[in-house]
């Protein structure tokens, strides 16, 4: 079966660093694009970033623009999430997410398998 993998999250100072990583398996992964998302408290289920199948195209939603950056490795099957200059609102649990369709789609429709989320905080 599927399987999607987060690991990484934790508890960082504002202005630190985190790289989230989601390990993949059951899937074909260079066949889908991948997507990371997160959920705040309260608050609803948000795109974050979105990579195409080669990694040469990539998404980020303007609240995390310049500060995040995803990639992906298909020989490993994992997909990252580098987070620099992290701020207090950036605290959440964070998602990835594999889509057969739907070129970096924000859309959480478009994505059929996800992972169990990992938690990052982020104090001020």
């Known amino acids: 079966q599927v399987q999607l993998v987060e690991s990484g999250g934790g508890l960082v100072q504002a202005g630190g660093s985190l790289r989230l990583s989601c390990a993949a398996s059951?899937?074909?992964?260079?066949?889908?694009?991948m997507g990371w998302f997160r959920q705040a408290p309260g608050k609803e289920r948000e795109s974050v970033a979105a990579?195409?199948?080669?990694?040469?195209?990539?998404y980020y939603a303007d609240s995390v623009k310049g500060r995040f950056g995803i990639s992906r490795d298909n020989a490993k099957n994992t997909v990252y999430l580098q987070m620099n200059s992290l701020k207090s609102e950036d605290t959440a649990v964070y998602f990835c997410?594999?889509?057969?369709?739907?070129?970096?789609?924000?859309?959480?429709?478009?994505?059929?398998?996800w992972g169990q989320g990992t938690q990052v905080t982020v104090s001020s």
């Open positions: 997410a594999a889509a057969s369709r739907g070129y970096l789609s924000q859309s959480e429709k478009e994505y059929g398998y």
């Open positions: 059951g899937l074909t992964f260079s066949a889908y694009f």
């Open positions: 990579i195409n199948r080669s990694g040469s195209s990539t």
